[in-house]
């Protein structure tokens, strides 16, 4: 089997561990993966502590980190097949999203090449006449990301290049799931120069790798991405460090279809929003909200659409949803299938795995009987639809609030009074107004809630890994007064 490697202060490592790789596709090992533990993590997280301080990077202005990050860019575009063609292997994720997605995972690099001299200080208007005070910002520290395996070169992206355009290191936990693109990419960062330190990837277990690397007490900052429970053991941990955090925690969005819509789109939307890979999308618009006087009429078009649906090999461009990444979402989404159904959800299509090997989903529709059956509340991740309908604008803006999570929401109309309405009504970090799933570097993103906290893309996630300093400098030549006198 393919073997990869560490990347840790310059170096590539097969570490003291290892563990099989999965091809979702199949469910048989590929590749052997290695294994950091608390030993791995130290060396690691040590030299993007020195790398940090000492050495060139130390050294470097911003306009020569942008050249870096410029460099990065130009090589993630000429491998983005190599990469993609290790994202379907390692993930299940389709090749030609793949393809499509690492090639503008590039623009994200190139925007904070951009970005990286422009990160500006501030002079203050102080209110004393012998002062010049002005704030310096400075890069946070340590950063340590973690990545899951879904999109992970795009979410590794909006945190690792406005780290390193704010003059931050990182050291970067691939998911024990499917990490080869990511290790793979660290093959990049050495080839476009990077000094040594500072950037490191590693991957490993939650208990083992990211437990000992969000502890660190040199990391300054972590960034993550992933569910909320591994999330509130981050938090905790982060207080042996005081590390600060930014959170990109998933979701369970809105999609929310008026009867004046023009439907063909909003389900055209509506199966991108969902099914689009398998599901396994943090922004999934997975609660369709939909008017009652169109429902049906609605349900009958995605029902087609969905039943349409090409499943088959990751690496037949004609493929439109492959597996999912592991055999435990199988069993996940199998158990809150039939849980739904047991509290009145009505099977649409779908709702079963398909009987072939690897771990494939049959995209699924469930019609729910009210906002509190077990679908509409828990995260899927994976491609299964639940559906209730309203009556009133009210009722709609009110079942999209219904949740715990606040990531990301769709709203088709052709009232551009009620769409204002909504965006306004709506908590959740993204609002998308008759489309759904665009992205942009210079478009930041996050949640509200249970969907984190913190913005990644856009100037907002480059001064998130910065750290202010005041500087006061006196500048009358007088003597200070003896402090001790009155007068």
């Not at 089997?1 to 840790?8: D, G």
């Not at 950091?36 to 040590?46: G, I």
């Not at 000492?54 to 942008?66: F, H, I, K, L, Y």
């Not at 590693?202 to 960034?223: W, Y």
Request: proline letters at 5%; charged letters at 20%.
């Amino acid at each position: 089997m393919k073997r990869f490697q560490h990347y840790i202060d310059g170096q590539f490592s097969d570490g003291a561990n290892s563990f099989p790789s999965i091809d979702p596709a199949t469910g048989a090992p590929w590749a052997e993966m290695p294994e950091a533990r608390a030993a791995e993590v130290d060396e690691a997280v040590t030299a993007a502590h020195r790398a940090l301080y000492s050495g060139p990077w130390a050294e470097m202005n911003a306009t020569q980190r942008g050249k870096l990050l410029s460099r990065l860019a130009e090589l993630l575009t000429e491998n983005a097949q190599t990469l993609a063609e290790l994202e379907t292997r390692d993930t299940g994720k389709i090749i030609r999203e793949t393809s499509a997605q690492i090639a503008y995972v590039a623009d994200y690099y190139r925007y904070y090449a951009g970005l990286a001299d422009k990160i500006e200080g501030a002079h203050l208007p102080i209110d004393k006449p012998d002062m010049e005070v002005w704030l310096r910002r400075e890069p946070i520290g340590v950063v340590a990301m973690i990545v899951p395996w879904n999109s992970q070169l795009f979410l590794a992206a909006v945190k690792l290049g406005p780290a390193l355009a704010a003059g931050c290191t990182a050291v970067l936990k691939a998911s024990e799931d499917g990490p080869a693109p990511m290790l793979e990419f660290a093959r990049l960062i050495h080839e476009a120069g990077f000094p040594a330190g500072v950037v490191n990837v590693l991957t490993g277990f939650g208990e083992t790798c990211g437990s000992a690397l969000t502890r660190h007490p040199k990391v300054a900052h972590i960034a993550f991405t992933g569910g909320p429970e591994a999330a509130r053991h981050i938090v905790r941990g982060s207080a042996d460090n005081l590390a600060s955090t930014s959170l990109e925690l998933g979701g369970k969005s809105p999609f929310i279809v008026f009867a004046d819509a023009d439907l063909e789109s909003a389900a055209n939307a509506q199966v991108a929003g969902i099914f689009a890979a398998a599901g396994q999308s943090c922004v999934a618009g997975s609660r369709l909200v939909v008017d009652r006087r169109v429902k049906d009429k609605f349900l009958t078009l995605l029902k087609t659409k969905a039943e349409a649906i090409r499943i088959g090999d990751p690496f037949d461009m004609a493929t439109e949803v492959g597996p999912l990444a592991t055999a435990r979402q199988i069993a996940h989404i199998g158990d809150l299938i039939n849980r739904a159904a047991d509290a009145g959800a009505k099977v649409i299509c779908g709702g079963a795995a398909l009987n072939r090997d690897g771990f494939y989903q049959a995209p699924t529709i469930l019609d729910c009987d009210g906002v509190s059956s077990p679908s509409m509340v828990e995260e899927f991740f994976g491609p299964v639809l639940s559906v209730v309908s309203f009556e009133t604008e009210a009722e709609a803006l009110a079942i999209a609030n219904d949740t715990h999570y606040g990531l990301a929401s769709g709203v088709f109309t052709t009232n551009l009074s009620r769409a204002h309405r909504m965006i306004r009504g709506i908590h959740a970090g993204v609002v998308w107004v008759n489309t759904y799933r665009a992205v942009s570097p210079i478009a930041p993103f996050g949640g509200y809630g249970l969907s984190g906290h913190g913005r990644e893309g856009g100037l907002a996630a480059a001064l998130d890994y910065t750290k202010t300093k005041t500087v006061w400098l006196r500048t009358s030549d007088d003597p200070i007064p003896d402090p001790f006198v009155m007068r």
